[in-house]
């Protein structure tokens, strides 16, 4: 894992100068951590507000050491802190053994934990004879780690849509913050009308923090906008909530609508992120012998399934790079688009781009 990686380092730097016309940050580093180094690493990557910090980096280390008792102090410390931050944790970390890498700060790092043995589990999974099939997974295994690589020098570059999906990450989860100070401080009342009203789980009587708790995932907009109005109101200016739930919660309409805009900003970062990196690993790696062994024999497909795989982020940059060329990364990552112009890429095409660009 690290001679390798170490030895395709420079190369892929220059390929992804060569495709996106943008220089790799000559401190960029590589780092391999461990499995604990990992899920604390996934912590710094959760874009908490300054006051939540601590306790964010607290939250993630007792996990990584499931250690029951710490949990149970920061429980107790901060519950409005820990149920919009466990939410995170747990999504995080259910996906550390398919997650091969991440960017943070000027390094790259490779989780070390799921690709040093990758290739004795893909080889056992495949079963005997292991002598026939050794090679050609260790070929494969090189094109995960190629494949890694481009997509986190590509997110290197990446510094304004990096900052503008941190900012508006942070404004999100204050906002969540907000929202569950809210539910935390609800009279009895008007808790067990809203749990009643909502039909959510019947929890004992003597254990109140946990309708709070129930509340506040159902209500957190993260779950109850998106599941109530559908993926499209990442486009949408305005939202209504049920008027019974107003009533009882006369705050949650507004709160509702400030989360609109970070949270299409977030969306529209992120997936222009992503998109421009797996555009890039379609691109620079679509001759490479090591990163087709990787889509047959580490994950069942070929690169015609590949190249035509369904990704908002990088169908826009596909369309923009037809028209601009390696232009189309300064644009989308100066110009970032809308939630909108994600979904329909034409609206952006349709945008004075104009940066004294040639093409404009």
Same mark, same amino acid.
């Given at each position: ?6 030895? %395709? ?128 997974v ?20 990446q ?22 100070k809210?539910? %935390? ?23 109140? @923090? ?5 509340l506040?995932?159902?209500?957190n ?18 939202v209504? @909530? ?5 009533? @009882? ?9 400030r ?8 969306? &529209? &970062? ?6 421009? &990196? ?22 069942g ?31 989308? @990552? ?15 095409l ?11």
């Amino acid at each position: 894992l690290e001679s390798f990686s170490k030895e %395709i380092f420079p190369d892929i730097s220059k390929k992804v100068e060569e495709f996106t016309g943008f220089s790799v940050k000559p401190n960029l580093r590589v780092e391999f951590p461990d499995l604990k180094g990992f899920k604390l690493l996934k912590g710094k990557k959760v874009f908490a507000t300054k006051q939540s910090r601590d306790f964010v980096d607290e939250l993630f280390s007792a996990v990584a050491d499931l250690d029951i008792k710490e949990i149970a102090k920061l429980i107790e410390k901060d519950t409005e802190k820990f149920l919009v931050y466990s939410t995170y944790a747990k999504s995080y970390i259910s996906k550390i053994s398919t997650t091969y890498g991440d960017y943070l700060d000027s390094c790259v790092y490779l989780n070390k934990f799921i690709l040093s043995s990758y290739p004795k589990i893909i080889l056992y999974k495949q079963g005997q004879p292991y002598d026939l099939r050794k090679e050609q997974v260790e070929s494969g295994y090189k094109g995960a780690l190629k494949m890694t690589m481009v997509e986190e020098i590509v997110h290197s570059t990446q510094d304004n849509l990096q900052e503008d999906n941190k900012n508006a990450a942070i404004n999100v989860n204050s906002i969540n913050e907000e929202l569950a100070k809210i539910i %935390i401080n609800l009279e009895e009342d008007a808790t067990k009308n809203l749990y009643d009203y909502l039909q959510l789980q019947t929890v004992p009587d003597n254990f109140p @923090i946990a309708k709070r708790a129930n509340l506040f995932f159902m209500l957190n907009p993260d779950n109850f906008v998106v599941n109530e109005l559908g993926p499209d109101v990442m486009t949408y200016s305005h939202v209504e @909530i049920d008027p019974k739930i107003s009533e @009882i919660v006369p705050e949650l309409s507004e709160i509702y609508q400030r989360w609109l805009l970070p949270i299409q900003t977030h969306h &529209a &970062a992120f997936s222009t992120m992503e998109g421009i &990196a797996e555009f890039a690993v379609q691109n620079i790696l679509q001759n490479d012998d090591d990163f087709q062994n990787y889509l047959t024999t580490f994950m069942g497909t070929d690169f015609s399934s590949y190249k035509v795989r369904k990704n908002m982020g990088k169908e826009l940059t596909e369309k923009v790079f037809n028209k601009f060329g390696k232009d189309a990364f300064r644009f989308l @990552i100066e110009k970032p688009p809308s939630t909108r112009e994600l979904k329909e890429p034409d609206l952006y095409l349709k945008r004075d781009l104009s940066t004294g660009s040639k093409h404009m």
